[in-house]
């Protein structure tokens, strides 16, 4: 069952990376919470390894009855959003350059469509984005050079700019993903999305 989240609110930061299915699951929801209310989430790209290395925490794949529960618990949910939704049989996916990305699409202004396709291509299609070839077809299906695209991620900037944004999330008390900052309130896990857009109303 589809949830209505018409409200008056007001924007807050979504943290992600598109390796967490449980972040595809929250940025579906929170497209449609731009849409029904008029207004943009800020989209915060940071990588979901790093923050667990610096938390010491371990990746729910590294836990193998925790990440056998996780498979059964995101199609729960997807089922409760009315969400397709189909566990990436390559997972775990390799995110780094891909997040790398979403900082150039930023800067050319095309990232709400970038990120878009990307969470589609892993957690729709069930696309291997860990294969180079499939995702420079995936780059050309949107009208981007692949060499040139990948080539300007690459760059030593960009990558220090993706690790500062990781670092600044840390500091700020983010641990994992999907986060949300609302008020300067943290509120982690896709299932805390109502006490975001309670918090947002205020």
Same mark, same amino acid.
């Given at each position: 069952? &589809?949830?209505?989240?018409?409200?008056?609110?007001?924007?807050?930061?979504?943290?992600?990376?598109?390796?967490?299915?449980?972040?595809?699951?929250?940025?579906? +929801?929170?497209?449609? /919470?731009?849409?029904?209310?008029? /207004?943009?989430?800020?989209?915060?790209?940071? !990588? !979901?390894?790093?923050?667990?290395?610096?938390?010491? /925490?371990?990746?729910?794949?590294?836990?193998?009855?925790?990440?056998?529960?996780?498979?059964?618990?995101?199609?729960?949910?997807?089922?409760?959003?009315?969400?397709?939704?189909?566990?990436?049989?390559?997972?775990?996916?390799? =995110?780094?350059?891909?997040?790398?990305?979403?900082l150039i699409a930023e800067r050319k202004?095309?990232? &709400?469509?970038?990120?878009?396709?990307?969470?589609? @291509?892993?957690?729709?299609?069930?696309?291997?984005?860990?294969?180079?070839?499939?995702?420079?077809?995936?780059?050309?299906?949107?009208?981007?050079?692949?060499? =040139?695209?990948?080539?300007? @991620?690459?760059?030593?900037?960009?990558?220090? +700019?993706?690790?500062?944004?990781?670092?600044?999330?840390?500091?700020?008390?983010?641990?994992?993903?999907? =986060?949300?900052?609302?008020?300067?309130?943290?509120?982690?896990?896709?299932?805390? !999305?109502?006490?975001?857009?309670?918090?947002a109303k205020k």
């Amino acid at each position: 069952m &589809q949830k209505n989240w018409v409200f008056m609110i007001k924007p807050f930061e979504f943290y992600f990376d598109f390796g967490s299915p449980y972040t595809f699951l929250a940025h579906n +929801e929170i497209r449609k /919470i731009e849409k029904e209310n008029s /207004i943009k989430i800020k989209y915060m790209p940071v !990588l !979901l390894g790093g923050l667990l290395k610096s938390a010491g /925490i371990k990746a729910n794949v590294d836990i193998p009855i925790k990440g056998k529960y996780m498979i059964k618990d995101c199609k729960l949910w997807a089922e409760k959003y009315g969400i397709t939704f189909k566990f990436n049989s390559y997972f775990p996916i390799i =995110t780094l350059d891909l997040m790398r990305c979403v900082l150039i699409a930023e800067r050319k202004d095309f990232a &709400q469509n970038f990120i878009n396709k990307v969470f589609d @291509a892993i957690w729709k299609d069930g696309l291997n984005l860990n294969d180079t070839l499939i995702l420079q077809k995936l780059l050309q299906n949107l009208d981007i050079n692949p060499k =040139t695209f990948l080539v300007e @991620a690459a760059a030593q900037k960009n990558k220090d +700019e993706l690790k500062k944004r990781t670092e600044d999330a840390f500091k700020k008390g983010i641990f994992g993903l999907p =986060t949300f900052i609302v008020n300067n309130k943290i509120f982690w896990g896709q299932d805390r !999305l109502e006490f975001v857009i309670n918090e947002a109303k205020k």
